[in-house]
């Protein structure tokens, strides 16, 4: 990894240190960050005379040689001076908060709206709600292209970022184009490397943040960070980290909660972790303590299932939606978690 002396290089700059690693059949790939841009090696960095030429030119602070699979998510990068920030909130400044339906009813736009003002005032900072779903059931409701002019009516009526997941290139331009601030890949696309690809090449430069879910089959953490490489190597930084419960299922959960997997994530990434307590979980009385165990581990945020009448939900929101009211008390309690969290590691 690259650090130039300036916020970037040059085009000039820029045209000789590519005209370097490309003898040595490597790429560079710029990832633009908050404090500066650094240049990612793509291909084999173990040339000792390509790294020399590098770092004798004079525009070039130093090559970080961090021999980790995940370069630029590990603690250690110079990312790791990077912040992202959504909507109001700077991430790991104070913690965020995503909350709203698991899927829109095209058919009934008024439930979501009424729900995204509801989440609002209880205190959540982004609105969540799914356009399309993965399902295991080839019958089930697989969602619906117009669903995105709801969330996106919602964004302007309340005046919040929004999330939705996309599953392939073709929502993922959907969603670009439509100006969603948040995008959210789920566990069964944790591992899909051609679209993460895609999604960090085609989010570069912009503001827009991944969320990327934790693989549903129990993914080994250094997978789990891996997967986030290819985003920030696509170009794209603003990445965080969401577990969300693994395989195989606990007994009485949805599936194995594992929000304690924030402290072994954060012992080696800089990424802030989004824990998502109602998948974890699978079920409304249950999210509360999931979440608050969540804080305790050390996320940074929470992205809970809420509606306003769940038993009238899509999706899941009838088993695990939390209603507003009790999405108020969490994010109180949350805080109160956070603040006791910062000051433990004062």
């Known amino acids: 990894m690259i650090l130039p002396k300036e916020d970037k290089l040059s085009d000039l700059q820029l045209k000789e240190v590519e005209e370097i690693v490309h003898s040595f059949g490597c790429e560079i790939q710029a990832i633009v960050g908050t404090q500066r841009t650094i240049y990612a090696i793509l291909g084999d960095e173990r040339h000792e005379l390509m790294m020399n030429r590098i770092e004798g030119l004079p525009y070039i602070d130093r090559i970080d040689r961090i021999q980790t699979p995940f370069k630029l998510m590990d603690i250690r990068s110079d990312l790791a001076r990077h912040r992202i920030k959504i909507g109001k909130i700077t991430l790991k400044e104070e913690p965020l908060f995503i909350a709203g339906h698991c899927t829109i009813d095209p058919k009934n736009k008024n439930l979501f709206l009424e729900t995204s003002f509801a989440v609002k005032e209880a205190g959540a900072h982004v609105i969540r709600g799914g356009v399309w779903k993965p399902r295991t059931n080839p019958h089930s409701f697989q969602g619906d292209d117009s669903s995105l002019e709801i969330l996106m009516e919602a964004a302007n009526a309340t005046g919040l970022p929004v999330i939705t997941e996309v599953m392939d290139e073709d929502q993922l331009d959907m969603v670009l184009s439509a100006g969603v601030d948040m995008i959210q890949v789920g566990a069964r696309n944790a591992l899909n490397y051609s679209l993460l690809k895609k999604i960090g090449h085609k989010t570069t430069g912009k503001s827009v943040v991944v969320l990327l879910k934790r693989s549903i089959h129990m993914g080994p953490i250094h997978e789990f ?58 079920k409304a009385a249950y999210v509360p303590a999931a979440a608050l165990a969540a804080m305790a581990y050390g996320s940074d945020g929470l992205i809970v299932e809420t509606h306003v009448h769940p038993s009238k939900g899509m999706g899941d929101d009838p088993k695990q939606a939390i209603k507003p009211d009790v999405l108020k008390q969490l994010i109180t309690d949350a805080r109160l978690v956070w603040k006791m969290k910062s000051r433990a590691h004062l």
């Not at 419960?245 to 304690?260: A, C, M, Q, V």
């Open 225 to 282: 960070i891996s997967a986030a490489e290819y985003i920030a190597a696509g170009g794209n930084p603003n990445i965080t980290l969401c577990p969300r419960g693994t395989l195989p299922t606990l007994d009485g959960y949805r599936n194995h909660p594992d929000e304690s997997s924030a402290q072994l994530l954060k012992e080696r990434t800089w990424a802030p972790i989004i824990t998502d307590p109602s998948h974890s979980v699978g």
